[in-house]
């Protein structure tokens, strides 16, 4: 007998015939002889609706109610899903993440799994439930409820994998598979039969939110196989895992595109020693994450310092930004929010030299001016123009071979 932990995303829980059709796909699983263990999330765009509403009654929420708002999208896919898997004669039970003890820190919006008390869970199981398990979600060590930040279920799902020590782990959403680009910009993608842990981590980083870059983390870190599939077919789905000895690593695996990206520049600023350490340090003491940093000379011994933000983070960034452009004596400081990052990932692209000024002359070639770039061993990242995201992703795509 396996124990396997199945996670459904929105998509595949927005409306009740869907329910129907998950809870069915979870009873062919149950019959089969296995014990099941499913993660839900909220049903379709549940979580963005419950976002929006949430805005309109103030611009500064507290992060507590946050999460005691956003995990109430979870708990009604699970009840339902739960009522579902029973009527068609079923043993099954609905936990909310603080029954079923998914213990966090006290991060709220972005909490991060510290231990699962599996004790409840076991239980369940060994009565011969199939356990549903609200994603997304845990409690602080106060019980407060908390959540792990966008597309948290995926991590709620390793997190229980590795709690339970389970022998499979699928992750269901609208893709049946992870494919070398977003197939719903890029039509003729092509699926990977696998992908490794680092490549993925990468690409989840850059924007593909086919899976949550915190769950790719886990699973690598647990050695845990992932098998990403459709809850709409049977195609075969993707295997997320590490790197077998001597196995040939592709120069480019993927192409990924993220547009919560936001460029700011702090104009004119005296060259000086110690200028960028006081500027980034001031931004991180306030858990501001910076990603990309550019810094060009200008004249009269004057740099503009450009750097970028995630969206989320573009609020806490303009209540101090002005402050420290004064502080430097700069000339201003400029906002862009039509910025976007697309990135290839290869790990084969340690090896492989040739591989940037290729992505640059596509990018070129197509029209596409290239605003910033980071490179690491396995990833190339470039800022461009918002507006050219698509044909940018477009063009990468075609001019590469992924080999
Ligand atoms: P779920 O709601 O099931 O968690 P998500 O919407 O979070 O699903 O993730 C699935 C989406 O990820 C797909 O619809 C697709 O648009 C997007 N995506 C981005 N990059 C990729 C990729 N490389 N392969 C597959 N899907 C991708
Ligand atoms: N419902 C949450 C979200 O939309 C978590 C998830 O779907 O994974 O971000
Ligand atoms: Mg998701």
């Known amino acids: 007998m396996s124990l396997i932990v ?4 929105g998509t595949s829980l927005s409306n009740v015939e869907r329910i129907i059709n998950v809870a069915e796909r979870v009873i062919n699983k149950y019959n089969e002889g296995n014990k099941v263990v499913v993660v839900a999330s909220a049903m379709g765009d549940t979580t963005n609706k419950l976002i929006k509403k949430m805005y309109k009654v103030t611009n500064d929420p507290e992060p507590r109610e946050a999460d005691m708002l956003l995990t109430t999208g979870e708990q009604v896919s699970i009840a339902l899903l739960t009522m579902a898997i029973q009527d068609k004669g079923y043993p099954a039970i609905s936990l909310t993440g603080s029954q079923a003890k998914i213990k966090t820190d006290d991060e709220h919006n972005q909490a991060i799994i510290k231990d699962i008390e599996n004790k409840r869970i076991i239980e369940e199981l060994n009565k011969d439930k199939i356990v549903v398990i609200a994603g997304f979600q845990g409690i602080n060590s106060s019980e407060d409820f908390t959540t792990l930040g966008r597309g948290g279920s995926d991590t709620t799902t390793i997190a229980l994998m590795a709690s339970l020590e389970a022998d499979r782990c699928e992750i269901y959403s609208d893709v049946d598979g992870i494919y070398n680009t977003d197939p719903n910009i890029v ?3 092509k699926k990977l039969d696998y992908i490794f ?6 690409l989840s980083s850059l924007g593909a939110e086919v899976l949550h870059p915190r769950a790719v983390e886990l699973a690598k870190n647990y050695g845990l196989k992932l098998y990403i599939a459709s809850s709409f077919n049977n195609n075969p789905g993707t295997i997320v895992r590490g790197v077998e000895k001597m196995e040939k690593k592709k120069k480019v695996t993927g192409v990924a595109s993220d547009r919560n990206v936001v460029k700011i520049t702090i104009k004119k600023v005296p060259d000086q020693p110690g200028v960028a350490g006081e500027i980034f340090t001031d931004l991180s003491n306030q858990n501001i994450n ?10 009269n011994n004057l740099n503009d310092i450009s750097f970028t933000i995630d969206k989320s983070d573009l609020k806490e960034t303009k209540k101090m930004i002005f402050k420290i452009a004064r502080k430097m004596n700069s000339k201003g400081v400029e906002i862009d929010e039509k910025v976007s990052k697309v990135s290839i990932v290869g790990a084969g692209m340690i090896s492989t030299p040739g591989i940037a000024a290729k992505m640059f002359k596509v990018l070129g070639n197509a029209g596409i001016n290239i605003q910033m770039i980071t490179k690491s061993e396995i990833k190339i990242s470039c800022i461009i123009d918002g ?3 698509e044909k940018a992703v477009k063009t990468i795509h075609n001019s590469f071979t992924f080999e």
């Open 6 to 9: 199945q996670k459904y995303g």
């Open 187 to 189: 039509p003729q993608a």
């Open 197 to 202: 842990y680092e490549e993925m981590l990468e």
């Open 290 to 299: 910076i990603d990309m940093i550019i810094q060009n000379l200008q004249y």
């Open 387 to 389: 507006d050219e995201t």
